[in-house]
């Protein structure tokens, strides 16, 4: 079933938001921007965080959580090991969410329209794993290039 794939690529791709977080040399380059780049890690990870905390965890998995986006890219200097939890944390309450997902709730219209438009809750959450990945792969470049 798509739940299970849903959920593996989550964990996996959490898990590695968490590896690449923990593999700054120093933690005070996870904040830092440079000419021409907006975002800092850190700042990609609590978005990522809010991001599936509201899109699937509260509005699947009805976990309650109120999401305060500019705060995930204003928010500075948060320490690694609470981005760590953060991302445990994610990682439970999207399986969570995941997990109790029917088939006929995958295919059902996804209960907000993000982009404008209806869509299907498979559609958004695939849009949520790629979405995920994009980040995953401009965290991992940013550390690559400044914490050099």
Same mark, same amino acid.
């Given at each position: 079933?798509?739940?299970?794939?849903?959920?593996?690529?989550?964990?996996?791709?959490? &898990?590695? !938001?968490?590896?690449?977080?923990?593999?700054?040399?120093?933690? %005070? @380059?996870?904040?830092?921007?440079?000419?021409?780049?907006s975002?800092?890690a850190?700042? !990609?990870?609590? +978005?990522?965080v809010? #991001? !599936? #905390?509201?899109f @699937?965890?509260a &509005?699947?998995? %009805?976990?309650?959580?109120?999401?305060h986006?500019?705060?995930?890219?204003?928010?500075?200097?948060?320490?690694?090991?609470?981005l *760590?939890? %953060?991302i445990?944390?994610?990682i439970? @309450?999207?399986?969570?969410?995941?997990e #109790?997902?029917? *088939? %006929?709730?995958?295919?059902? &219209?996804?209960?907000?329209? @993000?982009?404008?438009?209806?869509?299907?809750?498979?559609?958004?959450?695939m849009h949520?794993? *790629? +979405?995920?990945?994009?980040?995953?792969?401009?965290? #991992?470049?940013?550390?690559?290039?400044?914490?050099?």
């Amino acid at each position: 079933m798509l739940t299970q794939t849903l959920k593996s690529l989550f964990r996996r791709d959490l &898990e590695q !938001l968490k590896r690449e977080v923990e593999l700054y040399q120093d933690e %005070k @380059v996870i904040w830092y921007t440079e000419r021409g780049i907006s975002n800092s890690a850190g700042n !990609l990870c609590l +978005h990522l965080v809010g #991001n !599936l #905390n509201a899109f @699937v965890g509260a &509005e699947l998995g %009805k976990t309650g959580y109120v999401r305060h986006r500019d705060l995930e890219f204003s928010l500075k200097n948060v320490p690694r090991s609470e981005l *760590s939890a %953060k991302i445990d944390e994610t990682i439970t @309450v999207v399986e969570r969410a995941l997990e #109790n997902l029917t *088939s %006929k709730q995958l295919e059902a &219209e996804y209960p907000q329209q @993000v982009f404008g438009k209806p869509m299907t809750t498979e559609y958004f959450l695939m849009h949520l794993s *790629s +979405h995920l990945m994009y980040h995953l792969g401009q965290i #991992n470049y940013h550390r690559r290039l400044l914490d050099a």
